[in-house]
């Protein structure tokens, strides 16, 4: 039978991990898929209630690891990749997400599956139930000017970035930059939260960056696939939907502005100036 893989990452934040698994568990096919939560080393109320919630369902096709210490997001995802699957099975997809996602198509799993191969990454729609906004395509094209202007003021100063992101809270239309596509495209970049990929793009040599902490993901990604001549193609026939909470603050904090400024110096250094 063809299984697809699904890695959810889960850091003191039992009841989205616990709700997202609910979603999933209401699909035809669950049976088809596998899941991994991977736990970051929560604190041991958030692993004990998903721990709890495994069992008392009897779910045989969950597991769940947890982690010696935060490995962040991809960090996670890696160690489960290259550690926690049996390398004599081969899944058709895996399946890298947030666990703040909720999934409602009963044929989400039959969808993946006819779209699978025509891509290395599948980037779905992706529902933001916060402000209703499709976070997809995340970046359509490599090239853009906007968004070099952007960094090379925000990346300036912490000063600096508290400013923008009071502009933009102040003046900017919350409607500017709403997605809504609804034509299959390939993109350049697509949004982290939810990533569906292929067999090819393992095959071809493609892997996960795990050496920074957050905020790197998809731009990496995205010149990894260049590397490997490969594709994101965005399908707008799968959806998911975002819950936008999670556990990082959305506060410009100084150490969120470091651990940003880190990852953007990483990705300039190592795949270019983006």
Do not use: C, W
Request: aromatic share 14%.
């Amino acid at each position: 039978m063809k299984k697809g893989l699904i890695i959810t990452v889960n850091y003191n934040s039992h009841k989205e991990t616990i709700n997202y698994i609910k979603s999933l568990s209401k699909l035809d096919k669950f049976n088809y898929l596998d899941i991994i939560i991977a736990d970051n080393s929560s604190n041991m109320t958030h692993y004990n209630e998903i721990l709890h919630f495994v069992k008392n369902n009897a779910f045989n096709n969950i597991d769940l690891f947890k982690m010696e210490r935060n490995l962040s997001y991809f960090g996670a995802a890696r160690f489960i990749i290259d550690n926690k699957i049996a390398k004599e099975f081969r899944y058709e997809f895996i399946i890298v997400s947030n666990n703040d996602i909720l999934v409602e198509d009963n044929n989400f799993v039959d969808k993946i599956f006819s779209n699978i191969r025509k891509a290395d990454i599948l980037a779905p729609k992706i529902i933001s139930l916060e402000n209703q906004k499709n976070q997809n395509p995340f970046q359509k094209s490599k090239f853009n000017l906007k968004n070099k202007l952007f960094h090379i003021f925000y990346y300036s100063s912490f000063f600096v970035a508290q400013i923008i992101i009071l502009v933009r809270k102040l003046f900017v239309n919350k409607n500017i930059g709403m997605n809504s596509d609804e034509k299959e495209m390939p993109i350049y970049a697509a949004h982290g939260s939810f990533l569906i990929f292929s067999n090819s793009f393992f095959d071809k040599g493609g892997y996960i960056d795990n050496k920074f902490f957050l905020y790197a993901e998809e731009n990496t990604l995205a010149e990894i696939v260049l590397k490997i001549n490969g594709m994101i193609l965005y399908v707008p026939d799968i959806v998911v939907y975002h819950e936008s909470k999670g556990t990082v603050d959305k506060r410009l904090t100084k150490e969120k502005y470091l651990i940003q400024k880190e990852a953007h110096e990483y990705f300039n250094k190592n795949y270019g100036e983006a």
